[in-house]
């Protein structure tokens, strides 16, 4: 399977995509956490990066396509993978397509997650996630077992400094200047299904099963 989730930040594309990860033994290719783990270490991607992250704004394009061809040759994804937040642009999906025409596998299917923008301010303004890239809760609608901390490595979760809400309003002007057009280029290549993403997690975990089961059922793979 290899499979491109698109949608606004907040979403729930990362989520989803850490479930299928574990469920099915795909590597999840978050940008975002790259570029985050990127920051953290100090890297020239990460010095190079910094203020874009931290504003809001998008990561210029070459510097994306190098670090995902790049993560995509390093990480052991033959088992498939997801595309989490890459391409976020249409130069961003013309990469991509050439670099996998040379080989010979293409994306299977592009999911778009649908999402009223009001919900997404609550989404995100209440988001925290654990520094150690362990994943990300809600205050409210996902609360760790211990306030504050991490559930897997018990380390203080944080707030992302681009999950206040002046970034957020960029981010989203963001996604529907640059990223949005993308809706309609994969839907004329037949790629695109689109998830309604306001329910709950296992809900739209639900309907996401659905949507592969039907397409590889009928595209085998
Ligand atoms: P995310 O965790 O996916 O919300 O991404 C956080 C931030 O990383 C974005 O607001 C951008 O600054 C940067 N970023 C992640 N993926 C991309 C991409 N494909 N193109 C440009 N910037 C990106």
Partial sequence: ?????????GSGKGTQAKRLQNSRGLCQLSTGDLLRAAVRKGSGVGLKAKDYLESG???????????????????????????????????????????LEETEQPIDL?????????????????????????GEWHLKFNPPGREGLCDTCGEALIHREDDYQDKIK?????????????????????LLETVEAEGGMEEIAGILEKILARHYEVHGG
């Fill in 170 to 190: 960029i981010r989203l002007e963001a996604f529907r200047e640059q990223t949005e057009p993308l809706i309609r280029f994969y839907k004329e290549k037949g």
């Fill in 57 to 99: 704004r998008l990561v210029p394009d070459d510097l994306m396509i190098s670090l995902l061809v790049a993560s995509m040759s390093e990480a052991d994804c033959r088992g498939g993978y997801i595309l989490d937040g890459f391409p976020r642009t249409l130069v961003q999906a013309r990469a991509l397509e050439k670099s």
């Fill in 110 to 134: 592009v999911i778009e997650f649908r999402i009223d923008e009001g919900l997404l301010l609550e989404r995100l303004s209440g988001r925290r996630i654990c520094p150690n890239g362990h």
């Fill in 1 to 9: 399977m290899r499979l491109i989730f698109l949608g606004a930040p």
